[in-house]
């Protein structure tokens, strides 16, 4: 076969499409060509007979269609037989001109590239902090935040059940430019592990002691019960006095901001989820989709959200 035929679908259900797209038009065509006479003819004061129908007391005559219409219809049929021939829509005939979406959007990603790429460039050469407060490109990174971003942290970045808020000082990685660049670029992948082994004492003691942390209404005995199994299994990541470890992107337990809390529940409830079962939380990298020019431009707009906060 020539290079106008693709091999997405197998010889027969190609032929099939072919034969069930040119039948339908063609017997299309043909009833309508049947059809555009009639035998009646006016009488002498021009009256014709009706077909017998009637719809509301409404009478259907039996005049033939009017040549406008059915020139009309003509049209059509050769302008759907061209652009078949032209355009893909006949099983595996690619069309004439080779045309294919896929080929028509990378050409539009070229000419945005090229129109555009300049412009990322010069922003990409700016400091973040600086770029942070350049008001024009900051309506850019936005565009860019929304289209690519706001799924998960939301339109108004202020994130989600398991999604960081963008705009608040709790960073789990770190809030500098350096650290917010490779966190788009590269991705993150956090993780808790589970507990379970601890048993449900020591787990609620934990978590009465972690309430504690954030100065949140706990259990004293239980908390003091917790400080010595959160010093021996927590304490590696969270650190003792439980600040937390930007290096490991363990959250700090002091601040009273809580990832994992759904709506509605209560702060030890989410505590004592996350002890049992762990967390395993992703952060996809962003510097294959959008290029490092943008990720710089959207580390920026990040950057300003926290510093508006």
């Known amino acids: 076969m020539n290079n106008l035929w693709g091999d997405s679908l197998s010889g027969f259900w190609s032929a099939w499409i072919i034969v ?56 059509t049929v050769i302008f759907s037989l061209g652009y078949l021939l032209l355009y893909p829509g006949l099983g595996n005939f690619a069309g004439l001109l080779g045309w294919t979406q896929e080929g028509q959007w990378e ?4 000419r945005a590239e090229e129109r555009f790429a300049p412009i990322f460039a010069q922003y990409e050469e700016i400091p973040i902090p600086e770029l ?5 490109a900051m309506q850019v990174a936005e565009r860019i935040y929304l289209n690519n971003c706001s799924v998960c942290h939301g339109s108004g970045a202020q994130g989600g059940y398991g999604f960081p808020n963008l705009t608040d000082d709790a960073w789990l990685y770190g809030g500098e430019p350096e650290q917010i660049v490779h966190s788009i670029a590269n991705g993150r992948n956090g993780l808790m592990p589970s507990w379970q082994q601890l048993g ?38 969270h650190n003792p006095d439980g600040t937390g470890n930007q290096a490991l ?11 994992y809390q759904a709506p509605g529940q209560s702060v030890a409830d989410s505590v004592r989820q996350t002890l049992r079962n762990g967390r395993n939380g992703h952060m996809p990298a962003q510097a294959a989709y959008i290029g490092e020019d943008k990720v710089h431009l959207v580390a920026a707009y990040v950057y300003s959200l926290s510093q508006d906060d």
Do not use: M
């Open 20 to 75: 069930i797209t040119l039948g339908s038009i063609g017997i299309a065509f043909w009833l309508l060509y049947a059809n555009r006479k009639t035998d009646k003819t006016p009488d002498a004061e021009g009256n014709v007979e009706t077909t017998g129908h009637a719809a509301d007391e409404i009478e259907e005559y039996d005049n033939p269609l009017p040549r406008w219409w059915f020139q009309l219809y003509v049209g």
């Open 107 to 110: 050409e539009e990603v070229a």
């Open 132 to 136: 942070a407060k350049d008001g024009e």
């Open 200 to 237: 449900s004492e020591n787990i609620e003691n934990v978590t009465q002691f972690v309430l504690s942390l954030s100065g949140l209404d706990h259990d004293a005995d239980r908390a003091e019960s917790g400080a010595a199994t959160y010093a021996s299994v927590c304490a590696a990541c």
């Open 249 to 259: 992107g363990a959250p700090n337990l002091t601040d009273d901001v809580w990832l």
